[in-house]
């Protein structure tokens, strides 16, 4: 062997697996929902098989080739927690064309910093932080996907939907988030605290969607105590059906997203998520309010197209921003958790005695003991919550609290999603 053919086999054998990169598989030809067949080898149906092949689906879930009014969409489904699919209901947005190139995205906005998760999500791991320009480079490679609030300059070219203009969806819209990944993506089974359009721009997604009243038969663990979220411990890729038994009897909808669709996902709906392809998707998250007002709608033009940069949201991200705030919990289901209490203890007044309770149930695990440094940090949060210095807080003080207010005290009863940028603006790479 030749001293160069020599090294070039030195140099390839040195190399860990970690070092070598293959191009993930773009396909989205998937055979969706699957084909359930009868078990021949005595096992259950669907063993150790993805989820969605224990069970047929019931059927889809409801379409829509027009979009609906915003009280329609308020009494045929928010109101009764339905969800539905909206056919071609963004491609108006500059996005649906603009975002398909990654030269684009790259040129436009690849100074932008994200959050990245890993691509077979585990609810345990922590996001990391990068540009994306630095995403871009290697996410049809690397192992790694976006899922981030959507920022700042890129809420101009994603649209709001007509369903959302007015009332109280409009006036109560939370956060927006981008996704975008390459190649197959699963989430685990999951329900979150807020409402959520999930709008496609590229790619395809699927989704399962399962109705809350199964709560109790799909091993579930709440994110954080008073969140409104939770997660299924089952793995997504090979359910055990054996440990899982309920699993080959919970009926389940589905729906497949082109380019341009959106699903509704109503707060507390079981749904879980397989994408395909280059998948870039953004989505609009509001609070499950148990009522509709839609008094502004008479004098809204909801037909007129409104790109998300012109209605106001709680959370949001620009450029330098120390961190981004996603994951936090809705700080009306923390408006609500605290009024809960109240009535659970027969008073008008929270004290710092019976937030302490609450304290430990939204941060502390359940073996844990409260320590010095947690009666300190309990303390600090609930004197955000006291700020006339009166030693608690009115049930009606709490009711007409400022929602800045409170998302100061979610930013101190929770971690953040990401990592914090420090004073000179690196940033953690994967």
Known sequence: MSAFRAAIVFAVLSLSVSDIHFPKDMRTDVQFPPIVKRSDSGLPDGHLRPLGYQKKPEGRVKEYQELLAPREFWEQHVQH????VYRQAVVKAPAFLKWQTDEYIREKYGDLDVLIEKKVESRGAQPQRMLLNDFL???EYEDWYVVSLLPDPMR??????????CGTFRQHILESNLWISAGGTSSVLHYDADHNLHCLLSGRKDFIMIHPKYADQLDLVE??????????????DMINVFTNPHISKIPWTWATLRPGDCIFIP??????????????A???MWSPLPEFDDSDC????IDQYTPLSQVNMMWTYKKGDKVIDMGYMNVEV???????VLREENTTRLTAEIFSSMFEAAVLNEEEEMTEEDKEDMLEIFGLLDQKKKGSVSMEEIRNMDVEVLKNVARHLDDPHGPVKDHDHTHDEL
């Open 81 to 84: 927690r339905v969800p539905l």
């Open 137 to 139: 480079d290697s996410y």
């Open 156 to 165: 101009e070219e994603m649209m709001v939907p007509r369903s959302l203009l």
């Open 223 to 236: 994110k954080k105590k008073f969140s409104g979220s939770g997660y299924s411990t089952m793995n997504m």
């Open 267 to 280: 707060s507390g709906y079981f749904h879980q998520v397989r994408s395909y392809g280059r998948s870039v």
């Open 282 to 284: 953004g989505t609009i």
């Open 298 to 301: 008479a004098s809204t033009d």
């Open 334 to 340: 923390l408006r609500q958790g605290l009024l809960q």
